[in-house]
């Protein structure tokens, strides 16, 4: 009833349509490799600093790396590559901003004319910006990007996942009573789309004290092992507190921190 034979625009189940497809086309003169998605289930958790630190260590490594920000209402990887240049475009394209060290990055934070402009837009015109980083921009021969996501389980999350091939997703959380709950609703979440979860990320997961030279755990014990077991996962990272964090990424230099903990997980994910 009240069919329009337009299966591209309904959701209705009615066994005669076929599934939609969300997924936008990659640039003509794209070549990315792999994508590999950064979640957390809430803000705050250090997310877009496992995204950055992860792309530091691929590149490290020798592989071509981006970044895509998909968090498109708080962008803060132009800010800890200290980027200040504006992305430039041509015919064929948007071209992305370059790190200090190679590695390509297309922000909102590259487009707005000032980096304090808010993004004060609705999910619909915030989705599409995302699909247009996929589909516009020329991606130069990548071999590992890493899509910083939106936090949380809604729309844009939504439209990222159904739009861009993600290959899978690393969870990023931190010691806390609730992360389980948050971690399952992100398993759920990646399940209900199809899309493979690589492992979890445990930030903020100790400080180590710079005077006795013990681990303190600062957000209470950390249960990540017991969690990434109970949803078949593994965990690929602990990363301490560690105030020199902040400090680069205030200054925009990520790129010389110096760390090993992303060691093992760039390992895993380029076996
Ligand atoms: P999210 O992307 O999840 O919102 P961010 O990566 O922006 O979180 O991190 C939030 C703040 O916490 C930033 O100021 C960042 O520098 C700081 N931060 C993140 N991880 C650490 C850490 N392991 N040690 C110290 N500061 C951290």
Redesign the pocket.
């Known amino acids: 009833m009240g069919c329009t034979h337009d299966c591209d625009t309904c959701s209705t189940s009615c066994g005669t349509n076929s599934p939609q497809s969300f997924t936008v086309e990659l640039n003509k003169l794209s070549t990315v490799k792999k994508v590999i998605g950064v979640v ?1 289930g ?11 630190m992860l792309a530091v260590a691929m590149n490290r490594k020798g592989f071509k790396t981006a970044i895509l920000d998909a ?1 498109i209402t ?1 962008p ?1 990887i132009p800010k ?1 590559f200290g980027l200040k240049e504006r992305a430039k475009g041509s015919e064929e394209g948007i071209l992305p901003v370059v790190t200090s060290t190679g590695i390509e990055v297309m922000s909102v934070n590259l487009l707005l004319e000032n980096e304090t402009d808010p993004v004060v837009w609705r999910g619909p015109v915030i989705s599409g910006t995302v699909k247009q980083f996929w589909s516009e921009v020329i991606w130069n021969d990548v071999d590992y990007m890493f899509v ?1 996501m939106p ?1 949380g389980t809604g729309d844009v999350a939504l439209t990222v996942f159904q739009s861009i091939p993600l290959d899978g997703i690393i969870i ?1 959380t931190s010691p806390q009573e609730l992360v389980s709950m948050i971690v399952e609703k992100a398993v759920k979440m990646a399940n209900m789309m199809n899309i493979s979860i690589l492992g979890i990320v445990e ?3 100790y400080f180590k004290c710079p005077d006795c030279g013990k681990n303190h755990s600062i957000f209470g014990d950390s249960h990540i092992e017991d969690i990434a077991k109970k949803f078949d996962t593994k965990v690929l990272a602990k ?12 200054n925009g230099t990520i790129e010389e921190y110096t760390s090993d903990c992303m060691n093992e997980a760039v390992t895993f994910l380029t076996r």
């Not at 809430?42 to 950055?52: E, L, P, Y």
């Not at 990363?239 to 205030?250: G, L, M, S």
């Open positions: 957390s809430k803000g705050g958790v250090g997310k877009s600093t496992v995204t950055s968090d708080g803060s800890a910083d936090p990023v930030n903020m997961s990363i301490p507190i560690d105030p020199q964090f902040a400090k680069c990424e205030d």
